[in-house]
């Protein structure tokens, strides 16, 4: 193990997962072999935000400025491509690895604050590893100041069906809007119906030449409350068998 970088692989039945305290990031995450979430080791071999846990704020900021509470502030201009704040200041962050085993990682920082957002925060995040369930990640923050704070938390992860291109792919997306975003993916505001749009995958469709950097909203819960994004392949299609690849969210 580096230990400058460290990482820690979890394995559970058929399922392996690479984790590493630094940004508390996800690595990779594996069943049979075979990569669900691609992965990389070593942070300089990181693509883009692979992998990315983003607090306190996921998305773009525009010009890096913002209003709460009746004041003004801006942040540093953080994102490459172009003059705004980008997914928030946790993920280049070492974190506490405060707790580790063979299927479980619990990883814990305390922020204090940064150009244009002085609340403090801690966070958690933990990765957990079932023979059945597959992988689950948990989020926890804490507000530790004196008043009322905006944050909130995104995940990152690249996944992958193993196939060339994602055109032939099949995806499944049960929700009912989604957020629009102008043409420098900064969101309008408002939250639209997906009736009639390309980014309506309530139905099984293949993906084709659909682009899409799309947030969702309105989803619709499984009988057992679960709410599942299903991404197939000709070669490898995942469904809701026990112990297969499945995304699902609560």
């Known amino acids: 193990m580096n230990a400058e970088d460290p990482e820690f692989t979890l ?110 925060l801690e966070a958690e995040v933990t990765y957990t590893l079932d023979a059945d369930k597959g992988l689950t990640c948990a989020f926890l923050i804490r507000n530790v100041g004196d008043g009322p704070a905006p944050v909130a938390a995104g995940f990152h992860p690249y996944f992958t069906a193993l196939s060339d291109t994602i055109d032939g792919d099949t995806l499944t997306v049960p929700f009912g809007s989604y957020l629009e975003f102008d ?22 469709r293949v993906i084709g030449g659909t682009r899409f950097n799309t947030c969702y909203a309105a989803p619709t819960p499984d009988p057992d409350g679960m709410i599942r994004v299903r991404l197939e392949s000709a070669r490898r299609a995942w469904g809701a068998g026990s112990g297969s690849p499945e995304y699902r969210t609560t």
Do not use: C
């Not at 509470?69 to 491509?81: C, F, N, V």
């Not at 969101?187 to 009736?195: A, I, N, Q, S």
């Open 183 to 204: 043409d420098h993916l900064i969101p309008t505001g408002r939250v639209l119906p997906l009736d009639g749009t390309p980014f309506d995958f309530r139905a099984s």
């Open 11 to 120: 394995v559970a039945g058929d399922w392996t997962t690479t984790v590493a305290p630094y940004g508390a990031s996800l690595r990779g995450a594996a069943w049979r072999g075979e990569p669900v979430a691609w992965g990389y080791h070593g942070r300089a071999n990181k693509v883009g935000g692979q992998g990315d846990v983003l607090i306190p704020f996921p998305g773009r900021v525009a010009g890096g400025a913002y209003t709460f509470e009746g004041t003004r502030y801006q942040m540093a201009l953080s994102d490459k491509e172009g003059p705004n704040a980008i997914h928030g200041f946790l993920r280049s962050r070492l974190w506490e690895v405060a707790h580790q085993d063979g299927t479980q990682v619990l990883f814990a920082t305390h922020f204090e604050s940064a150009e244009g957002y002085p609340f403090p």
